[in-house]
């Protein structure tokens, strides 16, 4: 089973013109993503009047939505779920005490080549800034994603420290999303990690399978699975109704390459803050060959306030989780606290 997939993958037998063609199909779904509040409105058939006050210009985090998402919303619903993460609200303005910029404390872990160690045995890498969908409730939404781009000098001092430190055993590429990288960068940037022995494993923690299905090619999916190191990706979705046909279509790609498939989520106010969403998150991701890993609760990230969903409630959540689920579709509830080895479980079940 394994060698025919891998032969089928095997990018030298792959027609060159193939990979050629779905290459500048994600590059243009990517440019044609919706960045005017008007036009996502106008698609969706809704009146300003129905909705919460709009942000007039939300720059530089700004709206941005791949129309193939838009198109998994609801028309004409002011509270669609997959609506309320990308619509930019003038309440995101308002100052709230304990909400900040870098609630994870980014910055003191960067040592100015985008990798972030916080944890033992692994190394998070900001592989670039961008994304091709901007969340609100982004903890990263005011990280300086210009500056972000992860340049070749930066890239090599990333690699030689990571060579360097014997400890580390698992690089996470992040972001931004690392799948932004077109594959010749993302390629280079795998060649150079399977250089370095001590590595076992590849993180790509992206949540284009969900946004932007079209980037899960076969030529990215030839490169993950001839690679030497184990892979494991997480991708990011909230909501059931984000993994449509065609997610579910890129996350079978992934899975032939013989990745691990996992999803983090982020418990939102209004998106999925009840059990029936949860559970037909939890469902629908197994559906599509993914486990629930995280579900995290919000960074306090300036912006995301009206999204937060207090820890007694979330608690109670996972409580009735756990009572209809099997074990394997609970998320684990975290929170990261700057400073912690870990991050941090909130229901330990005595809640139970
Ligand atoms: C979240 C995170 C990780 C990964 O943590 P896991 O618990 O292994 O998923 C690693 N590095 C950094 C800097 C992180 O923020
Ligand atoms: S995909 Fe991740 S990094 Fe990008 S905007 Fe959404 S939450 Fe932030």
Redesign the pocket.
């Known amino acids: 089973m394994s060698s025919s997939i891998n032969r089928e993958l095997n990018p030298t037998i792959l027609p060159r013109s193939d990979s050629g063609c779905q290459t500048r199909d994600w590059k243009q779904a990517l440019r044609q993503a919706i960045t005017e509040t008007d036009d996502l409105l106008d698609a969706l058939g809704l009146d300003r009047d129905r909705l919460p006050p709009l942000d007039p210009d939300p720059r530089p985090f700004g709206l941005r939505v791949p129309r193939a998402f838009v198109a998994l919303m609801r028309p004409g619903d002011p509270d669609d779920p997959l609506l309320r993460q990308v619509l930019p609200l003038a309440r995101e303005r308002v100052v709230v005490p304990g909400f900040s910029a870098d609630p994870v404390d980014d910055a003191a872990a960067d040592q100015g080549d985008g990798l972030l160690m916080k944890y033992h045995g692994r190394a998070l890498l900001i592989a670039t800034g961008a994304?091709a969908?901007?969340?609100r409730?982004?903890?990263?939404?005011h990280y300086p994603h210009a500056a972000a781009e992860t340049g070749q000098t930066r890239l090599r001092a990333a690699l030689a420290r990571l060579a360097a430190d014997r400890s580390v055993n698992e690089v996470i590429l992040?972001?931004?999303?690392p799948l932004m990288l077109d594959d010749d960068r993302l390629d280079a940037l795998i060649d150079g990690l399977e250089a370095i022995g001590q590595l076992r494993r590849v993180r790509l923690h992206t949540?284009m399978p969900v946004?932007l299905p079209a980037r899960i090619t076969e030529a990215l999916c030839a490169r993950l699975a001839r690679g030497r190191l184990e892979t494991v990706v997480v991708i990011?979705a909230n909501h059931a109704n984000e993994l449509g046909e065609a997610a579910a279509a890129a996350l079978a790609r992934l899975r032939e390459t013989g990745a691990m498939l996992l999803n983090q989520a982020?418990l939102l106010r209004g998106v999925n803050d009840n059990v029936s969403a949860q559970c037909a998150l939890s469902e629908r991701l197994l559906g599509c060959g993914v486990l629930p890993y995280y579900l995290h609760q919000l960074d306090r990230v300036q912006g995301g306030a009206h999204f937060q969903v207090d820890d007694a409630e979330a608690r109670a959540l996972i409580a009735t989780l756990r009572a209809r689920l099997p074990g394997y579709l609970v998320p684990r509830l975290v929170r990261e606290r700057p400073g912690a080895v870990a991050k941090l479980p909130l229901a330990v079940g005595d809640e139970i």
């Open positions: 994304c969908l901007h969340c409730h982004c903890f990263r939404r992040s972001g931004g999303d949540r946004v990011h982020v």
